[in-house]
């Protein structure tokens, strides 16, 4: 049977992934992008729709645009429809998705106001894409190579006239995806070839998705809880088109941008109460991960300064990053679900999370019958679970390095990688006597504290590089 995704995206939508490769930008109420093939920069606007169909390993994805462009008091029209078929393979062994997409359909037509028109008679097109799905996010980089010709035709003249304008683009699609946003950023350079000159076009566009934890006190002053934390929502969109016109009739530079900020929206979380954290250093982060329900606590006692169980900073994790896991139902009630460990219970509702990382590699058994679920857990395990389930642990140096700190040597093997990579993430930080302290057992303040650090790196730090460094990359 097949399985089909439909996804429809017009006005009053927000882009799922960013519109066909013209640097356009997809809002609430419309969609805009600039268009080049006429000598010099216009900007058109109206409605688009991206429909997504999936069946089996094969993805195909159609986009209409419907545009026109007011320009000196004159309006110009573009329609483009346009099918592409990606092929999916996947690496099952390797935890990767490889894709090869090819257009399948294509039309396109700009009518302009004196009735010129350019019409799309040819579109060659080939983009190759790897996903790396990590535990935590899934990251994404494609290759994209395309030619493109038009016949213009133009009306206003004496003697109707028809030549051809060679676009030739290549450029690359990369991005990231997890529970706490997402970024896809395009970079794509655009070779216009007419009997006019060249035009030199690099469309940069850059979508992002997020969401942020915001406190909010409660005003009055007679209630039963001083305030809360909110999830804020948010989705914008940036383009940024550098272009060098070199034609007969003028030689031109410059820039132009679109940008698109949508309304956010805001989900109001459940609110802590606990009795024994309002002096204590790691509240407002003991706070937020109880408001998400990552600590399910029944007591109105936390102990922010007992020992942090490897078992329950396993599940955080995983809660954290809505970590996907797959619970099988026995067959029949006979075949009863055996635990992969002695010290683990499959009734245990967090058991699905706990297994979920064993079975990803994010977390290590003490050995091969115990995994040690009360065994209080040490910076150096918590930072490890961290990195790997990001899946950077293989970005530290090559192995014989020495880090930074001054205890370098009391490091575990098994945890150097994690700690170099967090270290450089921003993720931990030494002591005043430049000290990691990597067998410390972590108490459950300083855990959540970690836990916090971890999922502002997954809300902000990503976006920072796949957004704003490749948007400013020369």
């Excluded at 031109?252 to 609110?271: F, K, M, W, Y």
Aim: positive net charge; glycine residues 6%; hydrophobic residues 35%.
């Amino acid at each position: 049977m097949a399985i089909f995704f439909i996804l429809i995206l017009g006005v009053n939508g927000a882009s799922a992934k960013l519109l066909d490769f013209n640097g356009g930008v997809l809002g609430e109420y419309s969609y805009e992008e600039y268009v080049f093939l006429t000598g010099k920069p216009l900007k058109f606007s109206g409605t688009a729709t991206v429909t997504e169909k999936e069946n089996k390993n094969q993805v195909t994805t159609t986009y209409k645009f419907n545009l026109t462009s007011n320009d000196l008091g004159v309006t110009h029209k573009l329609t483009r429809n346009i099918v592409y078929v990606s092929q999916l393979k996947n690496h099952v062994s390797k935890g990767q998705t490889t894709s090869s997409t090819t257009v399948k359909s294509y039309t396109e037509k700009i009518t302009m106001a004196d009735k010129t028109t350019y019409t799309l008679d040819h579109y060659k097109f080939s983009k190759g894409s790897v996903i790396d799905n990590r535990p935590a996010i899934d990251y994404y980089s494609g290759t994209i190579i395309a030619n493109k010709i038009y016949k213009r035709n133009k009306k206003n003249v004496k003697v109707a006239t028809n030549d051809l304008i060679t676009v030739n683009i290549n450029g690359h699609d990369l991005g990231y995806k997890n529970f706490w946003g997402s970024t896809d950023t395009q970079l794509i350079d655009h070779e216009i070839e007419s009997p006019e000159g060249t035009i030199f076009v690099t469309s940069k566009v850059s979508d992002n998705k997020s969401k942020i934890l915001e406190y909010e006190p409660n005003l009055p002053f007679l209630s039963s809880f001083t305030g809360g934390h909110s999830v804020i929502s948010n989705s914008s969109t940036v383009a940024e088109y550098d272009y060098e016109i070199s034609l007969k009739s003028s030689n031109t530079t410059g820039t132009v941008s679109l940008n698109n900020e949508n309304t956010p929206t805001v989900e109001r979380l459940i609110v802590p109460k606990f009795r024994d954290i309002e002096k204590h250093w790691s509240k407002p982060n003991i706070e937020k991960l109880y408001s998400l329900g990552i600590f399910d606590e029944s007591s109105n006692f936390f102990s922010p300064d007992a020992a942090m169980k490897k078992d329950l900073f396993t599940v955080a994790v995983a809660k954290a990053v809505d970590l996907r896991v797959l619970e099988e139902k026995p067959k029949n009630k006979k075949n009863v679900k055996k635990a992969l460990f002695t010290d683990l219970d499959v009734k245990d509702p967090n058991y699905v999370y706990i297994e979920s990382a064993l079975n990803k590699e994010i977390v290590s058994p003490v050995n091969a019958d115990i995994f040690g679920a009360n065994k209080s857990i040490t910076r150096a395990e918590a930072v490890t679970i961290i990195v790997r389930s990001l899946g950077l642990e293989g970005r530290a140096p090559t192995p014989g390095y020495t880090t930074k700190f001054i205890d370098d040597n009391k490091i575990p093997k098994a945890a150097k990688d994690s700690i170099y990579v967090a270290s450089e993430l921003g993720l931990i930080d030494p002591d005043k006597k430049n000290r990691i302290n990597p067998n410390e057992v972590l108490t459950r303040g300083k855990a959540s504290q970690l836990l916090v650090r971890y999922m502002n790196f997954l809300e902000s730090d990503l976006k920072q590089n796949y957004r704003d460094d490749m948007m400013n990359f020369k």
